[in-house]
């Protein structure tokens, strides 16, 4: 709905992927210095800083379509949203881990992500729904609703939300930039130099690439397919892709096994990469063979933004307990930042060119160009595979 949104305040679609491009800028910007945060003060007040920065950030969105500030205001509002982002990236997985170490749970890590992303999924796909319905009406209003909902989560976290096994060490503004030597340290250390967690790294990134421009042009691509301009049905395929996501959450179990079945998460994530890539190839493939919109073109090309769904449902809570079991707790945050940071890398990369591209030549072209770098990580999955040392699966 954001591509919707920008698009009705006056952007093409070029702009439109600037101004998520200066989002990711602002991830990239922030990534590191906010990691202090959370390794010094603790995950609970990196949290609750991101999510008043979001508060605000979502206001200047709807403040900048209201009052027609045009696209700089658009940027620097983006921008705002990335710093909030960065302060929860890392801070969030980090705090889960620290607080299952502490109390002693001996489940698998992916389960327990995989829970949250039924949770998280469960959510989208309501809150989908009713933003497509009260986008219809007025597009600003999803985004007036999702800042009572962040200022409501901020209170809630700050009343519950406890650092379990972390222990905060002081901090002093004027000590900003040792600090942040001692992340970048530390990132090199644990993140750059470990054989596992390098090349999953360089997969982020050429994730990334493609994930948030397919994100946004997503909703342009289905209407074209269909042919109205119909609000509503973004998001009810935005609804279903979540859903999808819940089905891919539920079967990270299966996908995994237990015992000695097991599977490796390097190899279920590998080959997972080129399922992304063949998806996005052929959903790019519609829209390019396509000569008439209709309802036909928007039904395929929607059954496999399913299975894009699905695949992401599997891989998210896998990928990201496989990461966590290859760093030390102290430095968790601060690896999974760096993580963060390459992935930004890339959609800082991939959205303006593959934006380019759309507007240039059209949306499908940009989506089979996504597929080659999203099948780049393949060999890199198989790469932080051949680095496992001693370190136990997740």
């Known amino acids: 709905m954001n591509t919707l949104f920008l698009m009705g305040a006056g952007l093409d679609i ?36 991101g999510n008043l920065t979001l508060f605000v950030s979502t206001l200047l969105y709807v403040a900048s379509a ?10 620097g509002a983006s921008v705002i949203i990335g710093l909030g982002f960065t302060f929860q990236t890392g801070a969030v997985d980090a705090w889960l881990v620290d607080a299952l170490e502490h109390t002693g749970y001996e489940g698998t890590r992916e389960q327990v992500f995989s829970w949250g992303g039924m949770v998280s999924g469960t959510t989208m796909l309501v809150g989908t729904l009713a933003g497509g319905f009260l986008g219809q009406i007025n597009l600003q209003y999803p985004y007036v609703i999702r800042a009572v909902l962040l200022l409501a989560c901020f209170l809630a976290a700050l009343v519950m939300m406890q650092d379990l096994g972390f222990t905060p060490r002081p901090f002093e503004l004027s000590k900003l930039g040792a600090e942040t030597r001692r992340i970048l340290d530390a990132g090199v250390r644990y993140g750059w130099r470990n054989r596992v967690v390098r090349p999953m790294m360089f997969a ?23 042919g109205h301009e119909y609000v509503w049905v973004s998001g009810a395929l935005a609804a279903a892709a979540a859903l999808a996501g819940i089905v891919g959450n539920a079967l990270v179990k299966r996908v995994m096994r237990g015992g000695g079945s097991r599977r490796r998460a390097s190899d279920v994530l590998a080959t997972c990469a080129v399922l992304f890539a063949i998806v996005v190839a052929a959903m790019g493939a519609i829209g390019l063979l396509v000569k008439t919109p209709g309802v036909g073109p928007l039904l395929g090309a929607a059954s496999l933004w399913m299975v894009w769904g699905v695949l992401l449902g599997i891989t998210e809570p896998i990928r990201r307990s496989y990461l966590n079991a290859h ?40 989506w089979l160009v996504g597929a080659v770098f999203l099948l780049l990580g393949a060999p890199l999955y198989r790469a932080a595979g051949r680095g496992e040392t001693s370190v136990a699966a997740p």
Do not use: C, H
Not at 66 to 75: E, H, L
Not at 211 to 216: N, Q, S
């Open 14 to 49: 070029l702009q439109v992927m600037l101004v998520n491009t200066a989002f990711t800028v602002g991830q990239i910007i922030f990534e590191i210095p906010t990691g202090v945060v959370a390794d010094t003060i603790g995950r609970k007040a990196s949290f609750l800083l």
């Open 66 to 75: 209201r009052f027609s500030w045009g696209i700089w205001a658009f940027v």
């Open 204 to 226: 982020s990134g050429a994730f990334g690439v493609f994930a948030m421009y397919g994100f946004y042009s997503w909703q342009r691509f289905a209407l074209d397919l269909l």
């Open 327 to 366: 760093v030390p707790s102290a430095q968790r945050a601060t690896v999974l930042s760096l993580d963060a940071f390459f992935n930004d890398v890339g959609g800082a990369g991939g959205q303006p060119a593959l934006g380019w591209m759309a507007q240039t030549w059209s949306i499908p072209v940009g």
